[in-house]
C-alpha cells in the first residue's frame, strides 16, 4: 500500500479559475480512501524545493468552495522553469515526504516540468504519479480544444473592446487596444466577439499568426477612419515582422528582457503607446488613445465565464480519477463533442510539453485583419451565459430649420 500522500501546486500566470482545479483535486481527492493527505505547494516548483506545503486536508469543504470561486492562485505561482537538475531537486523532496501523486496546474513550462519528473522517478523506480492540469489564458496548448482560463479571459477581452467601442463612437478617433499572446492570438481574436453592428469596432485585429507591417497598418488605419470617422484596433502583444522580430524591439529604443531571455512584453504599454505615435505623426491624426490590457484579464473579479469554472474543477477532477485508476502519467486534455460539450481525456506528457498551439488558419480572415465566423462559433460558447448587450438609439433625425444658411 502506498503512502496515499498527493500533492498540487500552480504554475505560470494566475486565470480567474485556477483555484477551481486545485480545489477540483482536493475534493476528489478525498473522496478515495487510500488518500490520506492532500498537500498544496506554495508558490509552484519554487515552494517544492523550500518544502513550503499547506495540508489541504485540514480545509472544510466550504472554504473549499469560496476558494475555488475566487480568481488568482491561491496558492501562489512562480516564473521558475526548472532544467533537469532543478527537477531533481524536486524530485528529493517528494521522494523526502513520500509524496506519490503530483499534480501541477499550468501551462507549456508547467507540462515540460511534469515531463521530466516522471522521468526522474522512473529513473529511480519511485512510484510517483505525475499528472498536468491544463491552464492558460494564452490557449495554447496543444492537444486542447481550448484551456481553462482562456474563456474568462476571452469574456473580459470581448467585454473591454465593447465598452472601448462604445466610447470611440462617443468621441470618434483612433483608439489602440494591446492583448497579450505572444505567439498565439486568441486572446486579442476575442475582442471580434464584442461587435455586434456592422461598423462596431475593433474594425481591424492584428494577430502574431500573421506578419505585421507598419506601413500596411497605416494604410488600412487611414481606409478605416476615412469610412467611419474612427477607427478601434485590437493588438496582440506579440505582433512581428517578416523575419520575426516583434514591432516593440524595432520601435522602442530601449527593450527589457525577462528572466527566460524574451522581449517583455507583458505589464508594459510601449507597443500601444508606440503604435499611437506612428499613427499620429504619419496620419495627422489628433485624438488617438492607446490601452495595454496588461494583466487586467486574467484575474479580473465579476467577469468569470460559468462554462470556464465548470470546466476547470472537471480538469482537476479528471486528473484525480486518471491518476488513481490509471497506470500513466499524463496530461488532462479537453475535448469538444455535439453542438457544445467536452469530454476529457490522457494526452502523453511528450505530446504536450514544450509545444505551442497558434490560431487554426481558418479561424483568421483572408485579410489578416479579422476573425472568421467559424472562430466566432468556436468562442461563443465558451464565454459562458449572461453577456451583456449593447443598444442604440434608432429614433430619426430632425429636418434642419436654418439649412445652408447656418453653415
Known sequence: MGSGII?????????????QSIVGVALEARRFQQVRRVYGARHGVRGIVDEDFLDLTQET???MELVAATPSSALGSTRDKPDVKY????FKVLRAHQIEHFFYVGGNDSSDTVRILSMEARKASYPLRCMHIPKTIDNDLVGNDHTPGFPSAARFVA???????????????????????????????????GKKFHDDGPHLIYLPERIFSLDAFLADVKAVHERYGRCVIAVSEGIHDATGEP?????????????HGNIQLSGTGALADLLCNEIKAKLGIKRVRGDTFGY???????CVSDVDQREAREVGEKAVQFAMWGERDGSVAIKRTGIYSVDYELLTLDSVAGKTRVMDDEFIAPSGTDVTDAFRMYLRPLLGSGMPDTHRLRAGPVAKVLGSAAA
Open 87 to 90: 527537477c531533481q531537486e524536486i
Open 7 to 19: 500533492l498540487v501546486a500552480q504554475g505560470g500566470g494566475p486565470t480567474a479559475v485556477i483555484n
Open 159 to 193: 467585454q473591454a473592446f465593447a465598452g472601448a467601442n462604445l466610447d470611440n463612437a462617443s468621441l470618434p478617433g483612433v483608439y489602440v487596444g494591446v492583448v497579450m499572446g505572444r505567439h498565439a492570438g486568441f486572446l486579442t481574436a476575442a475582442a471580434a466577439l
Open 247 to 259: 514591432i516593440a524591439s524595432q520601435l522602442a529604443k530601449n527593450v527589457e528582457r525577462d528572466a
Open 61 to 63: 469543504s466550504q472554504n
Open 296 to 302: 487586467l484579464q486574467r484575474s479580473f473579479l465579476g
